[in-house]
Structure formats: structure tokens, C-alpha cells
């Protein structure tokens, strides 16, 4: 009786696992294809912040969705700022995996473009437009693998919910805030996918891909100098601008001190082991204060990943040129490392100025995103990413990054949630156009996106 049992039980095992084996991957080509177009019809949607508008955005996600019998809700939490929600669902197993990416973007300088920012020309292979990549390529990266996963009917662990959400660019209450706050039974999740990485490439050919697990945190303040006002042809000892002038000069100066987390470590570890001599020296010795210096002059994103930057933005003062003003002020766009103590920090700034003269103000209306513990490296998420890199950019190393910009991801892991930011195949020459004129995507590096995007997700949220 147990032999017949035995062979019945692996039978229907080796049936299982040829089913599994047997699970047809997608038409990579075609969904390119198809993500392209969805990217074009949604960068032609102006949703430019202020005033936002991204109910039209949703509302176009929407009809894809509908199209294809999936039911999707918006959630707006001010009159035209939508945020989109849509779910396929699993066997419960495993919590959801959650897609995600913003459909606001920032405006533009009209006069300054080639093309018309908003057409989704293409040319040269590239997609024109504002929004190309910063974020509605994640935006039309994720619709298209919920629609492979839907229309495949890919066996699901875990759900897996789609959100494209309003207000990243600087009004997260209107976004991401408002659906923690209101709506986070609707996107609660252990993993989620999110802007913020890249695939890097150079000349051609790819070097690395960047995985964003941690960020640092906007945290601006101004200086505010007063003095005594009277006339420009007067000389004074407590003249506000003068004060101030020279306070710039030294906060702009001076450096916070050097820590490394478990992301900066290892990029600086990885980076030595794949770059030219020269700068492989600088990221095997970046503890060296010498090597520091040399990054700030020729590598000053990498080097900015080293400490809380303080970098002056805004000076105000003064109204004629023959008036000594009482106030002036000096606005410091500030990015914290994650663990910074920003009072010990000011704290340490005003003995540096030793001037009674001067007070630190809080800036206004900053995107005041939560300090958080960056995500892990030793996840089932951030394992599928370095997997599914294997397969769709082989023999290059997944490096995680610490970005020194921002992402509604933070929200996110001040939930608990592991999130990882990850983005599409972009040159140095792409990356500086993102928030700058002429932002463009390569149209072939964004296909790999997709497939990397679904191989990840699939190994993830895929039943086992």
C-alpha cells in the first residue's frame, strides 16, 4: 500500500512542479511595447505641482484597469488630488507586496525645452517628456506587470496592490500621508516597490543596479540675523547683512561629522570592487578624510552620502540699496542622515558662529518626511531584486544606495514596511535631466525595466 501511495504522491509532485516549470513567461517585446504607450498617454496628462490634478492621471489608470475587468478606487483627499488603488488578490499566505509610484510632476521652464514637455515625443529612441521617468515610468512599469500577473493569472503568495499616489513632489499630505493616515487598510503591505534606484549605465552598457534602502531626510532651516537698521552711508558694526554673510560662509563650510549605515558601507564596499583604479581608491578609503575632500570636489552626490549636507539656497535682506536693513535671513536646504540629531546639530552650529546676533528658524512648509531605520539586505524582497538582476542584467552587481534625495517611501518604512527603491536603465546624462529640461527615457532600457520589474515581483509575491 505505501509504494501505490508513494507513486501517486510523487506523481502528482512532479505534475506540480511541471506545471510550475511550464509557467509561460510574458512577451517581453509586447509589453514594452504596451508600457510606452501607457507611459506617453500618461506624461501627455499634465500633472504638474501645483496645483496637481492627479485625478485625470488616476482616472486614465482607472479605464486601463476597467478595460481588463479589474476594479480599482480613487481616493481624493482635496478636489482634483486622486490617489489610485488596485489589488489582485493571493491565498493570503504572505502579506501584500505593494507597486507604487507618484503621478505628480514637477513644473517646467516652457523656453527651455526642445520639444513640447508634454507631447511624449519620440525620437533617437528616447521618450520625451516631463514625468518620462521621474515617476510615470514607474507608474506605467507597474501598471503593466499588474496586467501580466492579471491576464497570465499568475498563482499569488501574497496580494499584490497597485498605488499611484498624488503630491510626492513636495504636498505628500495630498498623497502619501493622507493614505497612511486615512486609507492604510487599503495599501498595508510587508514589501513595497518604489521609485528612487536606477540601472547604471555607461556607454552603453549597464555597471550596476542601484537599490535604494534608506534616505535622507529634508530638514531645512534658516538663518535669521537682526541688527540695527539706519543709513546705507553709515557703517555698522552689527549690520545684519554683513553678519549674515559671514554665518553663510561658515555653515556652508563646515562638516558634519562622517557615519557610514549597512547600505553606504557596502555601496562604498561594491563600488571599489567595479570602478576605474582611481576612484576604486577613493571608495575603499572614503573613512579617510583626504579622500573625502577629493570626493566633495569630483564626486559630490557620493560624497553628500557621507553626512547631513547643509547647503545655503535662499538669501533675503534689505529693500534699497541706501538702507541698512534689521533683518536678513539665509535659508539652508538641510538633507539628515537618517539617525541625525538635528538639535545637537544646531546646537553645535551656534557655538561655530558664536554670535548672539544670529537664531535658527525652522523652514516652513518642508516635506518633513520621518527618519527611519534604512530597509533590509538580507530580505526575501531585496534578494528577489539582486535574482531577478541576475537574469535580466547578468553579471553585474546589485549595489544598494542610500539616496540623498527623498521618496514617499519613508512613510512607508515608518510602518514597518520593508520598501526598496528601484528604477529604470539611465545614463548620467538622463539622471540630470530628471527635474531639469528635456527629462527623457531610453525606451529600450525601459523594456528591461518592465522584465525586471515582473521577475522580481513574480518572485516575490509568486506562490511557492
Known amino acids: 500500500m505505501f509504494p501505490f501511495q508513494f507513486r501517486i504522491f510523487a506523481a502528482v509532485l512532479l505534475l506540480s512542479l511541471f506545471g510550475q516549470a511550464q509557467q509561460p513567461a510574458p512577451d517581453f517585446s509586447t509589453a514594452q511595447t504596451e508600457a510606452v504607450k501607457f507611459l506617453g498617454e500618461l506624461v501627455k496628462i499634465d500633472t504638474s505641482n501645483p496645483p496637481g490634478n492627479e485625478t485625470r492621471a488616476a482616472e486614465y489608470i482607472k479605464s486601463v484597469l476597467a478595460a481588463e475587468g479589474i476594479s480599482a478606487q480613487i481616493f481624493e483627499s482635496a478636489p482634483g488630488r486622486g490617489n489610485i488603488v488596485a489589488r489582485l488578490k493571493g491565498t493570503g499566505k504572505k502579506k501584500p507586496l505593494l507597486l507604487m509610484g507618484h503621478i505628480d510632476v514637477v513644473g517646467v521652464e516652457r523656453d527651455k525645452w526642445t520639444v513640447d514637455p508634454f507631447a511624449a515625443t519620440i525620437k533617437d529612441g528616447y521618450l520625451y517628456g516631463r514625468g518620462s521617468i521621474d515617476d510615470k515610468s514607474m507608474d506605467a512599469a507597474n501598471l503593466e506587470v ?58 552603453g552598457k549597464v555597471q550596476y543596479v542601484a537599490v535604494s534602502t534608506t534616505q535622507k531626510v529634508p530638514r531645512g532651516f534658516s538663518l535669521v540675523v537682526h541688527g540695527t537698521s539706519g543709513h546705507g552711508s553709515v557703517p555698522r558694526v552689527d549690520n545684519a547683512i554683513a553678519h549674515l554673510a559671514t554665518a553663510v560662509d561658515k555653515v556652508a563650510r563646515w562638516e558634519a561629522p562622517m557615519r557610514l549605515n549597512e547600505t553606504t558601507r557596502r555601496f562604498f564596499q561594491q563600488m571599489a570592487k567595479i570602478s576605474p583604479p582611481e576612484k576604486a581608491r577613493l571608495f575603499a578609503q572614503v573613512e579617510d578624510p ?4 577629493k570626493l566633495r570636489q569630483s564626486e559630490p552626490a557620493y560624497y553628500s552620502m557621507l553626512r547631513t549636507s547643509l547647503v545655503p539656497t535662499i538669501i533675503k535682506g534689505g529693500f534699497r540699496s541706501n538702507v541698512i536693513p534689521a533683518e536678513a535671513e539665509a535659508r539652508f536646504d538641510v538633507r ?29 512648509n518642508v516635506n518633513q518626511r520621518p527618519a527611519t531605520p534604512p530597509s533590509g539586505l538580507d530580505t526575501e524582497a531585496f534578494h528577489a531584486l539582486e535574482h531577478a538582476q541576475q537574469k535580466v542584467f547578468p553579471g553585474v552587481p546589485t549595489i ?3 539616496q540623498v534625495g527623498a521618496t514617499d517611501s519613508a512613510q512607508l518604512r515608518a510602518k514597518g514596511v520593508q520598501a526598496y527603491d528601484i528604477g529604470t536603465v539611465m545614463s548620467a546624462n538622463d539622471l540630470k535631466r530628471v527635474h531639469g529640461n528635456d527629462e527623457r527615457i531610453q525606451i529600450a532600457g525601459f523594456g528591461k525595466f518592465v522584465q525586471f520589474l515582473y521577475t522580481a515581483t513574480t518572485e516575490i509575491a509568486g506562490a511557492k
Open 146 to 203: 499588474f496586467l501580466l500577473l492579471h491576464r497570465m493569472k499568475v498563482p499569488l503568495d501574497r496580494d499584490v496592490i497597485l498605488l499611484a499616489e498624488a503630491g510626492e513632489e513636495g504636498t505628500t499630505q495630498f498623497g502619501i500621508d493622507f493614505m497612511v493616515a486615512k486609507h492604510w487598510d487599503e495599501i498595508a503591505c510587508e514589501y513595497a516597490l518604489n521609485e528612487g534606484g536606477e540601472v547604471h549605465e555607461e556607454n
Open 290 to 293: 583626504a579622500a573625502q575632500q
Open 336 to 364: 539628515a542622515l537618517p539617525d541625525e540629531n538635528m538639535d545637537a546639530l544646531k546646537a553645535e552650529l551656534a557655538r561655530l558662529l558664536n554670535d548672539p546676533a544670529i537664531t535658527f528658524v525652522d523652514a516652513e
Open 400 to 402: 544598494p544606495i542610500m
